[in-house]
């Protein structure tokens, strides 16, 4: 892009280095219409000029409204199962069932105390010496909705599969499993769209360069992922600018 730059920069001072000689040493008869000529050249040239810096910058403005949008719904996804998990102990890659379970299931609403009561093994060991032990007792005091919880009033849990700006049909792939030996498994899910499904109308050698992107302030790699199916994490791959909660 730069180097479209120079020479675009460089053939309009060419250009208007012409428009001078040609003022000088043409003859007059004929001078107008080069002249002309030209001069649309060089207001084409710049024009060119111009978009090749603008082009970027309006790129870039349409990929971070988009991304917004796309991560608002894997932040969705996300606290969806995540209370899934507490409630099945596991995490889901149907989205009609994590639907089906926002509409439907409730949060326990529970309190825990400690107390403490006789051991009446160490009481017996003890020969009838009185022996106590500490104990936690969780009470279950009602159920709330997971709906009311997670989204009030809104519906929009309905269509947080559907991926913003993508074409028609475009879901979120949704995937979910267990990390870990036997005895000792960690369920784990992971939400994911590639960058080009998102920015699939716009020009191919921007979207090239965002997939290569590598940068702090950016979200690396060709894909918005929130969970892994490789590490036990719940974070998403974006950084803290793009996440609007």
């Known amino acids: 892009m730069i180097t479209f730059v120079l020479i ?43 978009m090749s810096v603008y082009n970027p910058i309006l790129f870039n403005q349409v990929k971070e409204k988009r991304y917004v949008k796309v991560i608002e719904k894997l932040v969705d996804i996300r606290d969806s199962e995540l209370a899934y998990n507490e409630v099945n102990g596991k995490f889901t890659d149907n989205f009609d069932s994590l639907v089906h379970f926002i509409e439907t299931g409730q949060y326990a609403i529970i309190e825990r105390r400690d107390s403490t009561i006789i051991d009446e093994e160490l009481t017996k060991l003890y020969r009838g010496v009185e022996m106590k032990k500490d104990i936690r007792i969780i009470d279950t005091l009602g159920f709330v909705s997971v709906k009311d919880s997670l989204f009030k009033s809104s519906e929009r849990f309905k269509t947080m599969m559907n991926v913003p700006f993508a074409k028609e049909g475009t879901k979120f792939k949704l995937e979910a499993g267990e990390l870990g030996d036997v005895g000792e498994k960690i369920a784990v899910f992971e939400a994911s769209i590639l960058k080009s499904d998102i920015l699939h109308d716009q020009q191919r050698d921007y979207i090239i360069q965002e997939n290569q992107v590598n940068s702090v302030e950016e979200i690396n790699g060709n894909t918005i992922r929130v969970g892994s199916m490789d590490q036990v994490k719940t974070n998403g791959n974006w950084p803290k600018v793009y996440d609007t909660k």
Not at 11 to 29: C, E, M, N, S
Not at 39 to 48: D, E, K, P, Q, S
């Open 8 to 50: 675009a920069i460089a053939a309009i001072l060419v250009t208007i280095g012409l428009v001078w000689l040609i003022d000088k040493y043409v003859p007059i008869k004929i001078k107008p219409v080069i002249t002309i000529v030209l001069w649309v050249l060089i207001a084409y040239l710049g024009y060119l000029t111009f």
